[in-house]
């Protein structure tokens, strides 16, 4: 907030320079503008609210793996807007053809629907066990498709969220919701003389803000969101250009052991001292996010399982060579590589979450293809 205000103190007078907009400068600017940004501001936190509400109420039933149920609801976020979420229970578990019937039954009756859509999204989801996302319809209709499983991972229902623009605003009424048209001239006049100036404000903010979001506030590694979408940008790269593209999955050892007994302060420490290990081990190409309390994915780009080990064995080494006062700290990691064209990135990264499960028998181990390495 200090250096915020500080921008202002600076702003202001540029403004008031000439003789014309000390009116306008002063007075105008702080009795509509001030106004105005505080208003915008606060619906788009309304906006924040709501999306999070309703993506949360989206994912919240498969995250907490809870009793899932079946389901439909309807609603409209704006007068322009409209969200359905369908949830479809199969009857017996990982049915893939109860899977395919009810997907499609359900696409079907969307309308505008592109037929040549279907079957692609029937292999993602029911063949692949994928997440399908796109505009399977037309252009101002997203779908998306959440595969939903029990504790044993099998495929037990899908969660279905359609949004839908509904029509488009009509100009004249969005004219007549002025009630005085010179509040609006003022506006544009005032935004002319201050776009440039805002904008320089506005790039370094962004750049903030847009990094800020990426990144886990504890250990600096990637967000869950911003890795996903990361790795699976990089996945389809290293596909293309023929090139390995290598997968860890990094545990912290008796983390409940160290909160039930140290405190979850202790533990955050940990978590901590063990993420900067990592990024110190890894190449410059190399990126990691935090997809879990103490669960690391490290993505090695152009990386063949030779290598992976040695980056592998080199993190866990130095993880073990760690003190935090009287405790010593270790890291199972399971590895695994993507071996084959139409290979997806959760079935590369859930081959290397069996092994990590391996070897958490033994733990501070590296296993890759069931096979435990030093």
């Avoid at 997203?142 to 488009?168: A, E, F, M």
């Avoid at 063990?274 to 152009?302: H, M």
């Avoid at 997806?344 to 435990?372: M, P």
Wanted: proline residues 3%; contains cysteine.
């Amino acid at each position: 907030m200090i250096y915020s205000s500080w921008k202002w103190v600076v702003l202001l007078p540029l403004l008031t320079k000439p003789v014309s907009f000390v009116l306008f400068g002063g007075v105008v600017s702080s009795l509509i503008i001030f106004p105005l940004l505080y208003s915008q501001d606060v619906q788009e936190w309304k906006g924040n609210i709501n999306n999070i509400q309703n993506m949360g109420s989206f994912y919240d039933s498969d995250n907490l793996q809870g009793d899932i149920s079946a389901g439909n609801y309807i609603r409209n976020p704006s007068q322009y807007t409209e969200v359905q979420v369908k949830t479809l229970l199969f009857s017996k578990s990982g049915n893939p053809q109860e899977c395919n019937a009810k997907i499609r039954e359900f696409l079907t009756s969307v309308k505008k629907i592109q037929p040549h859509n279907i079957p692609v999204v029937l292999n993602r989801v029911c063949a692949n066990r994928g997440f399908a996302i796109g505009r399977f319809a037309d252009e101002n209709t997203i779908i998306s498709i959440l595969p939903l499983h029990d504790k044993g991972y099998s495929l037990v229902g899908v969660k279905i969220r359609k949004y839908s623009i509904l029509g488009k605003p009509a100009f004249s009424k969005s004219i007549m919701n002025f009630s005085n048209v010179w509040p609006a001239l003022i506006i544009i006049i005032l935004s002319m003389v201050i776009s440039y100036l805002l904008s320089l404000i506005a790039g370094g903010y962004l750049r903030v803000l847009n990094e800020y979001a990426s990144k886990d506030g504890l250990t600096g590694c990637l967000r869950r969101e911003a890795f996903y979408a990361k790795a699976s940008y990089e996945l389809e790269k290293s596909k293309k250009n023929n090139v390995p593209f290598s997968v860890l999955v990094i545990d912290l050892d008796h983390l409940r052991d160290v909160n039930n007994t140290y405190g979850h302060a202790k533990g955050d420490t940990a978590i901590s001292l063990i993420a900067e290990t990592i990024l110190k081990s890894l190449r410059g190409t190399d990126f990691v996010g935090r997809v879990g309390g103490d669960e690391f994915i490290v993505i090695l780009k152009d990386t063949t399982p030779a290598d992976a080990l040695l980056i592998a064995n080199r993190i866990r080494h130095s993880v073990k060579s760690l003190k935090l006062d009287d405790l010593s700290l270790s890291v199972s990691i399971g590895i695994s590589q993507c071996e084959k064209q139409n290979a997806t990135l959760q079935e590369i990264i859930s081959k290397a979450d069996t092994n990590l499960y391996l070897a958490k028998r033994q733990r501070n181990e590296v296993v890759f293809e069931n096979n435990i390495l030093r």
